[in-house]
């Protein structure tokens, strides 16, 4: 259980193009998805939190407009990156909330996509 | 926010038990420690959390003092599938329903065989 998926595995585009990156929970329902951006040889990035049905809460520094977030379903978040730069190329994860260890308590656990490598040339 | 602090790297032999530590001197009393790690080019992979007391799974252990100020992580018989990047985080809690994971640098983990 907990397994989340990402797709595309990986991506390759056109400056000026945009490319947008699906974050599937496969066995559970998520009410919170959280997006991450990782450059070569740093650690991970917080880029923005996904809520179902609502607007999605982006950390400071990151362009909203640039990085549009979807949540559309219990299942589904969407990262889009409009207008693609080379500077967007990176290793972009998502992350699922699952509650169901410990249901109504504080306690819970996120599970991660295995990522997609986006390039823009 | 707690932060946490965690060697840059470490080797292991194969076999062996690797134990990680994790200074979380600042941590509050309802934040939890949580471990994950991740291998090159995967997203992280969730290992085990806790709250006060000791925890075990099929992956590994988790020994948190009594103080809560630091943990070790324990992988009790280490495997060359186990090198990779292990992150020690402590739960932020914004609000119910929002508590995001801050991701620090973590500690490289070699298995050698």
């Known amino acids: 259980g907990a397994v989340v998926s990402q797709h595309p595995s990986w991506v390759i585009c056109k400056s000026g193009t945009s490319v947008k990156i699906e974050c599937r929970s496969l066995d559970f329902q998520a009410t919170t998805m959280f997006w991450y951006r990782q450059f070569p040889k740093q650690s991970l990035m917080l880029m923005a939190t996904?809520?179902?049905?609502?607007?999605?809460?982006?950390e400071q520094g990151v362009e909203k407009d640039k990085f549009l977030i979807n949540h559309a379903s219990l299942t589904l978040s969407t990262l889009t990156v409009t207008s693609a730069h080379p500077e967007d190329s990176s290793f972009y994860i998502c992350?699922?909330?699952?509650?169901?260890?410990?249901?109504?308590?504080?306690?819970?656990?996120?599970?991660f996509g295995p990522g997609t490598r986006l390039t823009v040339l | 926010d707690a932060k946490t602090t965690q060697p840059t790297s470490m080797d292991c032999a194969e076999g062996r038990a690797a134990n990680l530590p994790c200074n979380h001197s600042?941590?509050?009393?309802?934040?939890?420690v949580y471990w994950y790690r991740q291998i090159h080019s995967q997203g992280p992979q969730y290992i085990i959390h806790?709250?006060?007391n000791n925890e075990t799974n099929e992956m590994a252990s988790l020994i948190i003092t009594e103080d809560r100020k630091s943990s070790t992580l324990i992988l009790p018989h280490a495997t060359l599938r186990d090198t990779a990047v292990y992150y020690c985080?402590?739960?932020?809690?914004?609000?119910?329903?929002?508590?995001?994971?801050?991701f620090g640098q973590g500690t490289r983990l070699t298995i050698n065989p």
């Open positions: 996904s809520n179902e049905g609502s607007k999605a809460t982006y």
């Open positions: 992350s699922a909330r699952d509650l169901r260890a410990l249901p109504g308590l504080a306690s819970d656990t996120q599970y």
């Open positions: 806790g709250l006060k």
């Open positions: 600042t941590i509050s009393g309802n934040e939890y």
């Open positions: 985080i402590v739960r932020l809690s914004l609000r119910q329903g929002a508590q995001k994971l801050v």
